[in-house]
């Protein structure tokens, strides 16, 4: 292993739990810059995970995460000892992140990159329509809901499972398809799909049921 590989650079998610861990590993281990580092070991719950692997993306650094936060369904266990000789048994997992194409009202295209999920909400006090087609082929023709989000295996713990959605192994060849609080047609469970498909979500009524990516929709009115 070379000299920049086998060096650690400790984040944590700024708890107290994982401030403790991120002092004590530094101690044992030393403390390189992300930039300097082969390692970037992640302190924290599956958020922080997944954010410090946005912030790494496009470096080609190896993120080893270990649990200092809630669920930690992606983290490994917490242990000060051992921690060379853990990562170099890790089995590594290759993370693919989500292509979004959104179209603008005005026809402007936004593309961007996401590890955990993308997701289309309603901005209005109305539910939005959504049409959801799977590689070209219409899978359902309207669906009244607050929004639809498509998970990635590393994001599915994440807000995807909040809403019910589907919990994916990370090395599954799957996205989850998810509606938020979905109002017809019930139940809307959700459903899988191929990694590779291309998941268009359309729009119906946008100029007076406008949706758009985060943030979250504004609460309902009552009645």
């Avoid at 170099?88 to 989500?98: D, F, G, K, N, Q």
């Avoid at 939005?128 to 994001?155: F, N, S, W, Y």
């Avoid at 799957?174 to 191929?194: I, K, N």
């Amino acid at each position: 292993m070379s000299k920049t590989a086998s060096r650690f650079a400790f984040v944590s998610s700024g708890t107290a739990d994982a401030n403790a861990a991120l002092e004590s590993l530094s101690a044992r281990y030393g403390q390189a810059s992300v930039e300097e580092a082969g390692i970037v070991v992640a302190l924290g719950g599956d958020g922080f995970l997944l954010q410090t692997l946005r912030e790494t993306m496009s470096t080609g650094k190896k993120v080893y995460g270990m649990n200092r936060g809630t669920i930690g369904f992606l983290m490994n266990e917490y242990r000060a000892s051992g921690l060379t000789g853990r990562i170099a048994a890790a089995v590594a997992e290759t993370i693919r992140p989500l292509e979004m194409q959104a179209v603008t009202a005005e026809g402007e295209t936004i593309s961007a990159l996401a590890i955990n999920e993308v997701a289309l909400w309603r901005q209005s006090y109305q539910t939005a329509k959504i049409r959801i087609t799977v590689d070209g082929q219409e899978r359902l023709e309207e669906l009244h809901c607050d929004g639809v989000m498509i998970a990635t295996p590393a994001g599915s713990t994440a807000y995807n499972l909040s809403a019910h959605g589907p919990i994916l192994p990370l090395d599954a060849p799957l996205l989850a398809l998810t509606p938020v609080s979905p109002f017809r047609p019930r139940p809307g469970r959700g459903a899988r799909g191929c990694q590779k498909a291309k998941l268009p979500l359309d729009n119906y009524e946008a100029e007076n049921r406008p949706g758009s990516s985060p943030p979250p929709p504004p609460p309902r009115q009552p009645g």
